[in-house]
């Protein structure tokens, strides 16, 4: 069965730069999560996205931006990158219209910023 | 605002052991999802149960079993003769789902949990 899609795996930035992390979906899910994991802490919530509309939001600083296009995938970009923004960034996906709410999770982006 | 306390840090036991990892949660609504998911050091999260809050049957997946106390506001979760391959960090995670609505995951802060050979 198809999974969610994160790219890339692994990224390493210097401070100051920017960061643009992608989300490829389970195909027919119309809702994107957006979570935040420190090193040692349990993932937070950033930001969702329901049929490309920002549904929620989290603890997202100003310097991240997020969009979902119209094939469903979402990038998260981050700008002025600092160092505790080293993370695992983890994109869930669920399809609204099953109403089970089950996330499912993609392999993660682990951010290095340096 | 919701919230899940994982009391329970580290927990290190000796493979064959029982383990039974401890989730309290707090919600002011009356529809939730609770959820349990493990991350392997390979740092992946691994969906295992999700319960919603009027099914308040217990279920056992082969040496995994659940225990929902909606009295107590507890999910707990067991694993029966543990083995080395089920160290990692197990969360616990709530959703409240407002009816027509999408919703945030809120974890606890995760248990530790290792097994010796």
């Known amino acids: 069965a198809a999974g969610v899609i994160q790219s890339p795996r692994h990224l390493i930035k210097e401070k100051r730069e920017t960061a643009t992390l992608k989300c490829y979906p389970i195909p027919r899910h119309d809702t994107v999560y957006w979570y935040q994991q420190g090193p040692g802490q349990d993932p937070q919530f950033l930001i969702s996205?329901?049929?490309?509309?920002?549904?929620d939001k989290g603890s997202i600083p100003d310097r991240f931006s997020a969009q979902q296009f119209s094939d469903y995938h979402s990038e998260l970009n981050m700008s002025s990158l600092e160092l505790g923004d080293s993370a695992l960034y983890f994109c869930a996906s669920s399809n609204r219209q099953g109403v089970s709410y089950e996330q499912y999770f993609g392999p993660g982006t682990r951010l290095t910023v340096t | 605002a919701q919230k899940v306390t994982q009391a329970q840090t580290e927990i290190s036991v000796v493979e064959k052991e029982d383990v039974t990892l401890d989730c309290v949660y707090e919600?002011?609504?009356?529809?939730?999802?609770l959820f349990w998911y493990k991350q392997p050091p390979s740092g992946e999260l691994v969906f295992l149960i999700r319960r919603n809050s009027f099914d308040e049957q217990n279920e056992i997946s082969g040496r995994y079993s659940w225990n929902f106390q909606k009295s107590t506001s507890s999910f707990n979760f067991t694993i029966t003769a543990s083995q080395v391959v089920d160290s990692a960090v197990y969360f616990c995670a709530l959703s409240e789902a407002p009816a027509g609505a999408n919703s945030k995951l809120t974890f606890g802060k995760g248990i530790t949990l290792s097994v010796r050979p």
């Open positions: 919600t002011r609504d009356t529809t939730y999802y």
């Open positions: 996205f329901y049929e490309k509309m920002q549904s």
